[in-house]
């Protein structure tokens, strides 16, 4: 049977109260009793969940080389979940019936599961529907990724495509909106009109959004920079992108 590790207190906490189901055992760092890791076990013993206590070297060994697992790491049966194309199509048709308008993200080759770990957070906690990816060439939900999304990566939506570009044509036949991030952009993030149905494109770690994904965004934007640094890291500019569109959105 296939499984895989999950580990940090907040990816664990958010994978006990969303899919307990999932989890086979956990795993302890022995002596440690903190409040927080208090609720895990709480959480675990709730539903009946195997707990292990073990030494941190062996959790150590556990995890991904150079990874902190915080003291916990969920064994899970089975894959994470991670979507295709037919179910973002869902998603759009159930906003549409709701009479809300699609907030996607959409990452285009994101290579760091760091760096694709933080976007999650930003996404969720910008109320983002889904977060899109192309299948190849990009970061998937490794537990590395996971951890570092802070139990996002267990609420919000990951979506793997096979053809990027199709996608884009398939979301602006649908009224969405593409709005790229680069950096030779004429038009500013602060200028740009972010409410309604949207989509916003971040790209890859250095080499930014490639060229036939540019071409099928319906406007490309950029972030006003004051210093002498020429770029931001691709988390952090998704943070300011995404919360402008917030601003905006609520306002």
């Not at 540019?214 to 210093?227: F, S, T």
């Amino acid at each position: 049977m296939s499984h895989e590790l999950v580990y940090g207190l907040h990816a664990v906490q958010a994978l006990l109260k969303g899919s307990p189901q999932n989890v086979r055992e956990l795993m302890l760092l022995r002596g440690r009793k903190d409040q927080r890791l208090q609720k895990i076990i709480q959480q675990a013993e709730k539903n009946d969940i195997a707990l292990r206590y073990v030494d941190r070297r062996t959790l150590d060994e556990k995890a991904e080389e150079g990874a902190n697992h915080q003291g916990v790491i969920a064994l899970c049966i089975g894959k994470t979940k991670v979507h295709d194309e037919k179910f973002l199509l869902g998603i759009l048709e159930q906003l549409a019936q709701k009479g809300e308008a699609p907030f996607l993200l959409i990452l285009d080759g994101v290579t760091d599961p760091h760096n694709l770990g933080a976007c999650l957070r930003s996404a969720e906690a910008a109320g983002v529907h889904a977060v899109i990816a192309p299948k190849d060439k990009s970061a998937g939900l490794t537990p590395t990724a996971r951890k570092v999304a802070c139990g996002a990566a267990e609420v919000l939506p990951f979506i793997t495509v096979t053809n990027l570009a199709r996608t884009l044509q398939q979301l602006q036949q649908a009224g969405v909106w593409i709005f790229g991030a680069a950096g030779e952009a004429t038009q500013e993030l602060y200028q740009s009109q972010l409410t309604g149905a949207l989509a916003l494109v971040m790209g890859a770690e250095g080499s930014g959004l490639r060229r036939l994904t540019r071409e099928h965004c319906d406007h490309l934007i950029k972030i006003p920079m004051a210093g002498e640094v020429s770029s931001l890291n691709v988390s952090v500019a998704t943070g300011v992108c995404l919360f402008e569109a917030v601003r905006q959105r609520s306002s």
